[in-house]
């Protein structure tokens, strides 16, 4: 395709972009009308819808759905709606074929788009938006960016206003610039200026084309954080981490979430930040630094740790995964596991990975925060008495207007410093990340040091929260 043809396409996306469309013949299903931008906080920690609402970010990485065809998409995002997710996480443009043999660039050339391709990735866009979802776009991964542009920052401009032009009619579109950005770099860092530059470009071209009214992140690496290369950018409007495949990451060595998250909360200017890939459900543990298939599996238990010390840290909401899900995986034969390099055990359909019971479970850790004024809340690691522990016995806490939390991962005991609530009074409840029950533990004066102890007996996967409301704003069940 010539240059001449790429603009005319280019010029036919900015006209579809005066309306992002629904696919033709589907029903409705999400309230009448487009669903709201989603913007930054005026305290710059969280999101909000632009009327006004807080937005809880609750998102799966349903990577490559353009590998499956639209019956299986809208089966997937239905699914995914029922368990109360907002946003998937969806990699639009690779260098592999979608569900009908279709690449996403003649030639791969990146100004030289296959249309069928991208309308296909149109009409995934507004089945989510049919489903009351929205979708983070990855354009390209960090690597994809050095093999179609090398150093080439005006084409990636080029293409970041081509590609933000085409959704930037659509209001439940937000942009991660670049899945695994280091990538570009092999994953070694310091990634050199002229990739920076490509990346930035394709950013900005992005923003561009977007009037600033989408917003816009980075995916880095394991175990890393977006605020590394990108932080003091203006385009960059809010910091995303992968804390990476590892039960307990700090078994290897590496940062865990809570870690990352409590670094990026501390930087100014203020943004928000997110856990964009922690552990997948049922990936076997460190995957990429033992590369062993046989090693344990994260279950349940994993998934609400990181996602709990996520929020608990000062993340503006959580990201899961499945390792059978992303890749929309169909095994070949029963007992059938996917090996390194063709992947990182993959053993389950993908359409039954979809009941996984951490997936499942962690529409109660939205249903915990959204019903009081998250706006206000902070990490407040000042209100444990005891050590918060290492490892995976690291206990979170938090506190916002009227209430607070503490997060136990594996049932243990703590002490609180009740004076630091600031009341009169406190009622206590226990509550359970598994099935989002709630256990009443009365209620106390608040001062002095109270000894907690959860329910049950503690260990791997018997998790409890306490939340402490002030006696007069206590939230009515």
């Not at 033992?290 to 959580?318: E, I, L, M, N, T």
Request: glycine residues 10%.
């Amino acid at each position: 395709m010539t240059r001449r043809a790429f603009l005319s396409v280019a010029t036919a996306a900015m006209l579809m972009s005066m309306t992002c469309l629904h696919v033709a013949g589907s029903e409705s299903r999400a309230p009448a009308g487009a669903l709201p931008r989603i913007q930054v906080s005026s305290n710059g920690r969280f999101l909000v819808t632009e009327d006004g609402k807080p937005f809880f970010w609750l998102a799966d990485t349903g990577w490559w759905m353009t590998g499956i065809v639209p019956a299986d998409v809208d089966f997937y995002l239905a699914k995914r709606a029922e368990q109360r997710f907002n946003v998937i996480q969806f990699h639009c443009g690779r260098l592999v074929n979608d569900y009908a043999g279709r690449l996403p660039f003649h030639g791969h050339d990146a100004l030289a788009p296959d249309e069928e391709y991208w309308r296909n990735v149109d009409s995934i866009v507004a089945q989510a938006e049919d489903r009351g979802i929205y979708v983070a776009l990855v354009p390209l991964w960090g690597e994809e960016y050095g093999r179609l542009f090398g150093t080439d920052a005006e084409k990636a401009g080029q293409f970041g206003r081509w590609i933000g032009a085409r959704y930037a009619a659509c209001t439940n579109v937000v942009w991660i610039a670049s899945g695994e950005h280091d990538s570009i770099n092999g994953f070694r860092l310091p990634i050199s200026a002229g990739q920076k530059a490509v990346l930035t470009a394709a950013a900005r071209g992005i923003r561009e084309a977007t009037s600033g009214r989408q917003l816009i992140t980075v995916h880095p690496g394991a175990a890393r954080t977006s605020s590394g290369d990108f932080h003091s950018e203006s385009w960059l409007d809010f910091n995303m981490l992968q804390s990476g495949h590892q039960m307990d990451s700090a078994a290897y060595g590496l940062a865990e979430n809570h870690t990352l998250i409590s670094h990026d909360y501390g930087l100014t200017p203020v943004k928000p930040v997110l856990d964009g890939e922690p552990i997948y459900e049922d990936t076997p543990d460190a995957i990429w630094i033992q590369r062993d298939v046989d090693k344990p599996r994260a279950g349940a238990a994993a998934v609400r740790r990181k996602a709990y010390w996520s929020v608990f840290s000062g993340a503006c909401g959580h990201t899961y995964g499945n390792n059978n899900v992303y890749g929309f995986f169909v095994p070949p034969s029963a007992g059938f596991v996917q090996k390194l390099p063709g992947g990182p055990g993959n053993r389950e359909l993908w359409k039954t990975a979809l009941d996984a019971p951490g997936g499942a479970q962690l529409m109660h850790l939205r249903e915990l925060i959204e019903p009081r004024p998250f706006l206000t809340q902070v990490p407040d690691p000042s209100l444990l008495a005891s050590p918060p522990g290492a490892g995976n016995d690291h206990v979170g806490a938090l506190r916002g207007d009227g209430y607070a939390m503490i997060y136990s991962p594996l049932g243990q005991c703590f002490s609180l410093r009740l004076e630091r609530l600031g009341w009169r009074e406190a009622t206590l409840t226990w509550f359970d990340p598994r099935t989002g029950k709630c256990e009443p533990s009365g209620s106390a004066l608040a001062n002095g040091i109270r000894e907690c102890d959860p329910p049950g007996d503690p260990g791997d996967g018997s998790d409890w929260v306490l939340v402490l409301e002030r006696r007069d704003s206590r939230i009515q069940r």
